[in-house]
């Protein structure tokens, strides 16, 4: 069964940074895309970034382009998710889980709020 943690939420100020981070455990990690997502109280969850099993490449929303950074670390089956100049629209709860469908059952999340 797959399962995911994933921790580094926390209340910020605009302009600031957090690094999160989602540990899986329950298959071969290195062999999947893997995707932060979001999900905003009232919206659907959305796909943050996404970063290939294979050569690393990396894919973005528009919306996080230039301030967000997905990073993997196989041998920890870790995904990380650096986001420096965070908007209050970035406030939502942040989930890891494959690129692609079907996903597997979604872990706990990690709260991120920015305010001032």
């Known amino acids: 069964q797959v399962q995911f943690v994933e921790s580094g939420g926390g209340l910020v100020q605009p302009g600031e940074s957090l690094r999160l981070s989602c540990a899986m455990s329950?298959?071969?990690?290195?062999?999947?895309?893997m995707a932060w997502y979001r999900q905003a109280p009232g919206n659907q969850r959305e796909l943050v970034a996404s970063?290939?099993?294979?050569?690393?490449?990396?894919d973005y929303a528009d919306s996080v382009k230039g301030r967000f950074t997905i990073s993997r670390n196989n041998g920890r089956k870790t995904i990380y998710l650096q986001m420096n100049s965070l908007k209050p629209e970035d406030t939502a709860a942040y989930y890891c889980?494959?690129?692609?469908?079907?996903?597997?059952?979604w872990g706990q999340g990690t709260q991120v709020t920015v305010s001032s």
């Open positions: 889980n494959r690129r692609t469908s079907p996903v597997w059952a």
């Open positions: 329950g298959t071969a990690f290195s062999m999947y895309t």
């Open positions: 970063i290939s099993s294979g050569d690393g490449r990396t």
